[in-house]
């Protein structure tokens, strides 16, 4: 529902950077806008609402990368497409964060600053209403555009907007700020939105929206400012102690010590973890399937040396570095999914058996995974170069540039650079830019965006949902496997008519009678 009226309290936060400060005061409206400070605040709680990193690992559930082991946390209901529910967890039928965007817009011309810094934070707040715009238009379809504060009755009223609109609304959003924003930041500013997020931003729209060329160049220019690099480990990227690293161009930014702004991880970490895990978020048998062995091969490809019996042997070294498997140990435990005894066990709330561990695979950064501080990735560099790549691709534009800028991102993950006797012709070089968007992108919760793109979920969202292979796990972690088969979840069925957008909620639908439900629901 659009919130309507004058937010009466305004909290911002810093930590190393601005978002992690702790709320400092309260504002009035009759004392807002009377200078810089305040109207610094207002602008941070701008960013108060923009995105959620929980949201962001709970996303792949709604793909076939992963399952949520829990009815009642609402995500299952994504990934097997049972979205009949108005009150589904997760909704991002919302206008929170716009709004707070739109009243800023609407007032902080009133604050006597220099002109330059205003520019900059008009800057800022156009990009966090754009990013949110952006989501909607991608889950819903045609949605309602608002770019000034309503009254009750006026919200009561308003109507879908094609999402070709909204797209347009983004885009020339983006364009008009990228000369405003500055290139870094330093100090408490790290976190900032800066060109590079915006024109990363705008690549992925762009590419999102079939604009192939246009995001080709969107996605040079981030290139040609010079300021984002692969960061040297994959493994490490994620960690702590490496926030606002040289790929990272826009993150969400967490505290630890405030508990208004931490991020809640423990739903990766096994059950077993010691200070708790939940293993709400499991990874799927077809995820693990999708990542290539050392020597670049497909696990199909019968020359490339892949051993059923030895499945995670030799593999892309970025499946190990995303996901525990059965036999793994975790925080000091042996990771096992076939004991009855152990907290683990999969049958217990149908897990698949494996768990993810990107952003946690140091346990030791963490006192506590309910309340985590560490930032969670919006945009990398990698994205860029494998979107770059992916739209002269989908242009028939295969050139050593291309290859260049996948080999970027693959010769870091540890993996030989591409075949290119293999790999040649645009259904080739299709197939291989979206296995590896999948591999290095994965829990990143972009998989169910790609899926909706290439309009491929008829082929992988149904059907059977599979995990790891029975087996027995001794004391060591040594797996002896004692079946061919695979630990079944739950049958999946997807409706292309319908599913690849989300369904307006009945709530809304009862407040605001002028909108109507995407087909299908």
Known sequence: MIMVGLLSVLTFSC????????????????TLWTGVNDATAACNACYSGFENGQWVVYMDVAS?????????????????????????????????????????????DKTPMDATLLTRMKGEVRFLRAYEYFV?????????LVTKMLTAEEANVVERTPK??????????????????????????????????ALALKARV??????YAESAASCQKVMDLGVYSLFPNYQDLFRITNEYNSEIILDRGYLETDPNLTVGLMVLAPESTPGGGWSSVNITQSLIDSYEMANGKTIDDPTSGYNVDLPFVSRDPRLLQTVII???????IIFNPMDPNSLDYWPTYNYTGYVGQKYIHYKSDFSDLYKAGLNIPLIRYAEVLLTYAEAKIELNQIDNTVYDAIDKVRLRAGLPAVDQSKYSTQDQMRTLIRRERRVELAMEGLRWY???????GDQVMNGPVYGCRISNIDASGNVTYTSTSHVKIEDRVFDPAKNYLWPIPQGQMDLDKKLTQNPGY
């Open 326 to 332: 059965p036999g793994a140990q975790y925080a000091g």
């Open 64 to 108: 076939d990368n992963a399952h949520d082991a829990y009815p009642w946390e609402g995500w299952q209901q994504y990934g097997n497409m049972q979205l009949l529910s108005p009150n589904n967890s997760g909704t991002k039928y919302n206008f929170t964060t716009i709004t707070q965007c739109n009243w800023f817009l609407a007032n902080i």
């Open 206 to 211: 762009e590419l999102f929206n079939q604009k």
């Open 136 to 144: 909607r238009s991608q889950l819903y379809g045609d949605f309602p």
């Open 164 to 197: 070709a609109q909204v797209v347009d609304f983004i885009l020339n959003e983006l364009d008009t700020i990228i000369p405003a924003l500055p290139k870094t930041y330093e100090g408490s500013d790290l976190g900032r939105i800066t060109q590079g997020a």
């Open 450 to 456: 790609d899926i909706q793109r290439w309009k491929i």
């Open 15 to 30: 930590k190393k950077d601005f978002l992690d400060r702790q709320p400092l005061t309260e504002y009035s409206e009759s």
